[in-house]
């Protein structure tokens, strides 16, 4: 957590918006950076979403909001759904 500055122990919020997981300091919040320097996503968390065991997300540090984005592939197939059908919406092949 380098990117963002964030600290072990650093108290974090997450939530879901949209298909992603938005993961922020939160002084409230229930789940902290672990010693390591990493964020665990908590099995409802993961229920959030559909990920199982194993599923690769991809990750987007966003410094200047001070917050972690995850995309889980459900999220990724719907951007490349719509970018294909915006590319070819012209009726090109």
Do not use: N, Y
């Amino acid at each position: 957590m380098i990117a963002l500055g964030w600290a072990p122990g650093l108290r974090l919020g997450i939530r879901e918006s949209g298909g992603l997981i938005i993961v922020g300091p939160d002084p409230r919040g229930v789940f902290r950076v672990t010693k390591e320097g990493h964020v665990r996503l908590p099995a409802v968390v993961r229920q959030w979403c559909g990920l199982t065991a194993g599923d690769r997300v991809l990750l987007a540090a966003d410094p200047r909001a001070g917050r972690l984005v995850l995309h889980p592939p459900a999220s990724l197939d719907a951007v490349v759904a719509r970018v294909q059908d915006e590319a070819f919406a012209g009726g090109e092949s």
